[in-house]
């Protein structure tokens, strides 16, 4: 005892074994970091190319073993709660021998076409709206799905004179198609055509489109903004009619016919 303390007054011997003790935790340290870097880690890849639009299923996941320092970006390894019935999104392909990544790959309910079978919206009296389009009418094949546009309505009034004006308001776009109903913007190999842009729209405002894509000399014609209303940014059902004159107008070309309902039918039959 009285040795050690010897030996621990002595500045020099506490100086040296300090330093022997600080060398060997960085070495330690070191190794330990190099071990976790260097160790393989087992995670899954694609067996197979995976087109956009694809639900995940078994027999394309396979496993592989990398080293950890490899793992770069957002690399999904839970093959279970992370990939498995998962889809892939509707710009990505997963290439045969890629890792899953967490932004190419997204839930059922998200892909753009859920909103078809959507119980919120169809709730709330919304249905889809289809419209005819070119590279043309959406600016060079620059609306994307998200993007927020107006209708406005042109055609003549019954003086001859030209009428054009907002129509509809804030209507966001779900979907653009080609003339095959394949996403324009879903693949990057290929360049594809807008032909149609689904929107949806209430019960109301649907009819009155329709109505006016039948008015002879009429036209109508999308304009992007990407001002929505802002206590309701991004909401499907922030679109509205904006011109009470171009409804009547509309209105006053066509004649509505009242939908038949059971118990009409019951009172007719008695």
């Known amino acids: 005892m009285k040795k050690l303390k010897q030996i621990l007054s002595n500045k020099n011997t506490v100086t040296f074994i300090a330093a022997i003790l600080i060398v060997l935790v960085l070495y330690f340290f070191y190794n330990w ?161 807008p032909s149609q842009i689904i929107f949806a729209v209430t019960t109301e405002t649907h009819l009155l489109l329709r109505k006016a894509e039948y008015i002879k000399n009429a036209e109508i014609i999308l304009v992007p903004t990407n001002t929505a209303l802002l206590e309701e940014e991004g909401d499907i059902t922030a679109s509205r009619v904006s011109s009470e004159t171009i409804k009547e107008y509309i209105n006053s070309q066509s004649i509505t016919i009242e939908e038949t309902t059971d118990s009409q039918d019951e009172t007719a039959d008695e």
């Open 33 to 193: 970091r190099v071990n976790q870097a260097t160790s393989p880690i087992r995670v899954p890849y694609a067996v197979q190319t995976i087109a956009p639009r694809t639900q995940v299923t078994k027999d394309m996941i396979g496993y592989i073993e990398i080293p950890q320092s490899a793992m770069k970006g957002d690399v999904l390894t839970n093959e279970n709660t992370q990939i498995l019935g998962m889809y892939t999104n509707v710009n990505a392909m997963i290439p045969a021998g890629s890792l899953f990544y967490k932004n190419a790959l997204i839930k059922q309910e998200a892909l753009p076409d859920n909103f078809l079978e959507d119980e919120e919206l169809k709730s709330q009296g919304m249905v889809a709206y289809n419209f005819k389009v070119d590279v043309q009418s959406t600016y060079g094949n620059s609306m994307y799905p998200g993007n927020y546009v107006d209708v406005y309505f042109k055609g003549e009034d019954q003086n001859g004179l030209l009428m054009i004006g907002k129509m509809v308001e804030n209507v966001k776009i779900l979907a653009v198609k080609d003339s095959s109903g394949r996403h324009v913007f879903e693949s990057t190999e290929e360049d594809r055509t």
